[in-house]
């Protein structure tokens, strides 16, 4: 019994790792993306910043400059202030492109927040984003962002 759960356990760690390695650049990038603003602006989470972001990231938010410290601290407030509000994020890709160890995109960024499974509020933004290829994966090191007024 043991080394048939032994079996499997291998077996499902090994797919899981050959489906990653399976992923295109530019499907890296649009998951890089998404897990950057679920981890980052919706569940606030600093380590997220640090996961998904290089040392040296800028955000130029709407005429602002964002660094990685200014992003932790909006995340401090945004966790004192959440009072059961989400934030639930999709991306609609216009271009990514990849070359070698660098990649850009462009996207519209949708942002739907809902209190009490109510939606209170959608927003949209028109961004772009720079990654480069690290050790550890795929890390953002640049994003402008300009908000769409509906």
């Given at each position: 019994m043991t080394r048939v759960t032994?079996?499997?356990?291998?077996?499902?760690t090994s797919s899981f790792s050959f489906s990653q390695q399976q992923q295109t650049d530019e499907q890296q990038i649009k998951?890089?993306?998404?897990?950057?603003?679920?981890?980052?602006w919706s569940d606030f989470?600093?380590?997220a910043v640090d996961e998904y972001?290089?040392?040296?990231?800028l955000l130029l938010e709407h005429g602002e400059v964002w660094t990685n410290d200014i992003i932790k601290g909006y995340?401090?407030?945004?966790?004192?202030?959440?009072?059961?509000?989400?934030?639930?994020?999709?991306f609609e890709f216009l271009k990514v492109e990849v070359t070698g160890s660098r990649?850009?995109?462009?996207?519209?960024?949708?942002a739907t927040i809902s209190k009490d499974n109510?939606?209170?509020?959608?927003?949209?933004?028109?961004?772009?984003?720079?990654?480069?290829?690290?050790?550890?994966?795929?890390?953002?090191?640049?994003?402008?962002?300009?908000r769409v007024n509906r």
């Open positions: 032994v079996f499997f356990i291998l077996l499902f998951a890089l993306i998404q897990h950057a603003f679920d981890g980052v989470d600093a380590k972001h290089t040392p040296d990231f995340q401090v407030k945004g966790r004192a202030n959440s009072n059961g509000i989400k934030r639930t994020n999709s990649a850009w995109c462009a996207y519209k960024n949708f109510e939606v209170v509020k959608k927003l949209e933004w028109l961004e772009s984003a720079n990654a480069i290829k690290t050790p550890s994966g795929w890390k953002l090191i640049l994003m402008h962002s300009t």
